[in-house]
């Protein structure tokens, strides 16, 4: 099991689009991915889950942890903790 | 008549009748014998699985229009009605309270729904429309009723509480006039939808079903005409004549504009004293060529190839790059299309990419820089272009070019790819190499490399941001950021010189070229090509058929001594003609 800390960005926090993203970024990859916001209730979500994604209430600058846990989970941290970190659909920086 | 108030969603005025749609009702569903639950449960598979297949096929129109962000919403809807957490919701409720699927779905997404109004943040909030629409559909498909594709007889403004964005996507566009709705939120699906399509919209008209409903209201009937002005927010019932022409005025104005634009597209951009510029459009996807074309567009100066490698899991294949390639440049021939190649780094992610973490995205392994570890990629994305050649004017310019060494790469890759296509026996057709000038050192050492190249291009944007260390998103840094500062007025300076001598040719397509006080700027400094957004083209072509080319060099030559970007703008903007011909 591993995990990273890191910062969401999406100027839009956590939205329908983003989650898709989110969702998309772990096709291919067997490991289970767990987000959690540290900045909120804490309670764990799991990053396959639309409906949990979008309802987690996580906002442009909330701390997420991001958990991976499986033969893949190096992969699985990647995809998600990178995707998040550069701020998902609509970063911070628009280029 | 009475007057409404709303919250502008998207902008336009229109007047004409209006068609109230309300939300085909979601079937209430009942309860059902204990022993029909495994079957019910396996009957909302069904129903979610099509529903999902449905919005997935709105999602591929949407995008076939031309609106890939907008297309992206109900590619979020289909994975929302795939989500087994949905799905286990109302399987329980089936279970428990002997529900049927209809009604389980449905309280199913009113539980996610009331859980995203409840996070007090008014974006996601309006997000929960999307899941109710969602829920409404599945219960739609369960009980065999079809999706209320509210045909409109005429030409109507389309008046409800709220719009499911799906039903907003499906509406007919070339009768729907605008959109006034009592609910919603300018950040509601619906309304960003509005805005992509152009359609005049307000939102959150307090009143406004009663005030349409009531007869009291236009002597004894229900208004005939509704008149809505996007902008502002105003919504008029039955207006009187003084506002039916104030409304026929403006949206002849907006129509004026559109078609002067239209037919001044024709016109070339000369000045006064006969010297002529070529205007061309930047593109993002393949599906923006037609507008650019229509706005007179002379080619494609920056075709950013990014949509193609984005939001997937392994890169596009040749053949797919050649088919979208090969599109614009048809669709622009003889016109030359240039083709950026990849231009992404660490700020950007793709998963099978391997970038990894860097301090400072911008300053590190981006675009070109990434071939000499990932080569395949680019020679693979060459080959296709070599290919899309064959069908008329191609060009290929690499982005994030230093100095020669980056060229030599360039042309290494250009090289192999070739190659590989010739080995092949593929037939090949030929491309002018070139590179993006904004990295200030490629403007520094041009002539070190200039001669191996067919032309280079002032990527004006990054160049800025390189040339001030300012960050181009940093709202605190806005007074470094004029495009016409000094600073990168010489340089452009430096670089038309440097071509001059190389025999380079030189082109601008940053947003610098898309203003018209610094367009003019450009043209005075000796640029003769001018890459921009398609909407910038009008402006751009007016502002330089108003000027003479001797008073631009004069005003260019003195701007170089001037110590900001202040003092360049009040010389340059009082040339811009202001007035929009009639």
Redesign the interface.
């Known amino acids: 099991m591993t995990s990273r800390d890191v910062v969401f960005h999406d100027r ?6 983003a ?3 989110i ?3 772990l ?2 990859i067997a490991a289970r991915v767990s987000l959690e916001n540290l900045d909120g209730d804490g309670s764990s979500i ?1 990053a396959r ?4 994604l ?2 987690s ?1 996580v ?1 442009t600058g909330d701390r997420v942890r991001v958990t991976a846990d499986g033969s893949d989970e190096e992969a699985a941290l ?2 998600v903790a ?2 998040i ?3 998902v ?1 609509h ?5 | 008549m009475k007057h409404l108030h709303g919250v502008s969603a998207a902008p336009g005025v229109v007047r004409g009748a209006w068609v109230r749609i309300d939300p085909s009702p979601a079937p209430a569903g009942g309860t059902i014998d204990p022993e029909a639950i495994g079957a019910e449960i396996a009957r909302l598979a069904a129903a979610s699985t099509a529903a999902a297949a449905d919005l997935g096929t709105i999602a591929g129109r949407v995008r076939e229009d031309g609106h890939p962000d907008e297309a992206a919403i109900f590619d979020a809807q289909a994975a929302i009605a795939r989500d087994p957490a949905l799905a286990t919701m109302a399987s329980e409720r089936i279970e428990q309270s002997h529900e049927d699927a209809i009604r389980a779905v449905r309280a199913a997404a009113e539980a996610f729904a009331a859980q995203l109004r409840s996070l007090d943040d008014e974006l996601l909030a309006a997000r929960a429309a999307d899941v109710v629409d969602v829920g409404g559909r599945i219960a739609r498909r369960l009980a065999g009723r079809p999706e209320s594709t509210a045909g409109l007889d005429r030409p109507s403004i389309v008046v409800a509480d709220d719009l499911a964005p799906s039903v907003t996507a499906t509406l007919p566009r070339d009768r729907l006039l605008g959109i006034a709705l009592e609910g919603s939120s300018p950040t509601a699906h619906a309304a960003i939808l509005a805005r992509a399509y152009g359609i005049p919209a307000v939102v959150g008209v307090a009143d406004l079903l009663t005030a349409l409903g009531d007869p009291s209201n236009g002597g004894g009937s229900a208004p005939s005409e509704l008149a809505i002005d996007g902008a502002s927010g105003d919504v008029y019932l039955d207006p009187d004549s003084a506002t039916r022409d104030r409304f026929d005025a403006g949206a002849d104005a907006g129509r004026r504009r559109h078609e002067s634009d239209v037919i001044e597209a024709a016109l070339p951009a000369v000045t006064l004293d006969g010297t002529e510029v070529a205007l061309l459009a930047n593109i993002g996807t393949p599906d923006e060529s037609e507008a650019a074309i229509a706005l007179g567009a002379e080619g494609v100066g920056l075709f950013r190839t990014e949509f193609l490698f984005l939001e997937r899991t392994g890169p596009p294949s040749e053949n797919e790059q050649v088919a979208a390639y090969d599109r614009v440049v048809r669709a622009f021939a003889p016109h030359p299309v240039t083709i950026r190649l990849l231009d992404v780094g660490g700020d950007k992610p793709i998963p099978y990419l391997p970038i990894g973490e860097e301090a400072n995205p911008f300053l590190g392994v981006r675009a070109l820089r990434l071939a000499y570890g990932q080569p395949d990629l680019f020679v693979t994305q060459l080959r296709a272009c070599y290919r899309a050649a064959a069908a008329g004017h191609l060009k290929v310019m690499a982005p994030m070019v230093a100095d020669a060494g980056d060229v030599d790469l360039l042309l290494a890759l250009a090289e192999h790819a070739r190659g590989d296509l010739a080995a092949a026996g593929q037939p090949v057709g030929t491309i002018a190499l070139g590179v993006m000038l904004e990295i200030p050192a490629a403007i520094l050492v041009a002539d070190s490399y200039a001669p191996r190249l067919a032309f280079a291009s002032l990527g004006t944007n990054d160049l800025m941001q390189y040339t001030m260390a300012v960050d181009r998103g940093n709202a605190r840094l806005d007074r470094y950021r004029d495009a016409l500062h000094p600073a990168l007025l010489r340089l452009v300076k430096q670089a038309v010189d440097v071509s001059a001598r190389g025999g380079l040719e030189l082109s601008v397509c940053g947003e610098m070229a898309g203003d018209p006080a610094a367009a003019l700027a450009l043209v005075g400094l000796g640029l003769r090509e001018l890459s921009m957004a398609s909407s910038s083209l009008p402006a751009v072509r007016r502002a330089i058929r108003g000027v003479r080319l001797s008073t631009l060099a004069a005003e260019a030559s003195a701007a170089l001594d001037d110590p900001s970007a202040r003092s360049i703008r009040a010389r340059f903007e009082p040339l811009v003609a202001v007035d929009v011909p009639a």
């Open positions: 839009y926090g956590l939205h329908p689009r989650a898709r993203r969702q998309a970024s096709d291919g799991d889950g639309m409906l949990a979008i309802s209430g906002r990647a995809a990178d995707l970190d550069s701020g659909c970063p911070d920086v628009p280029r």
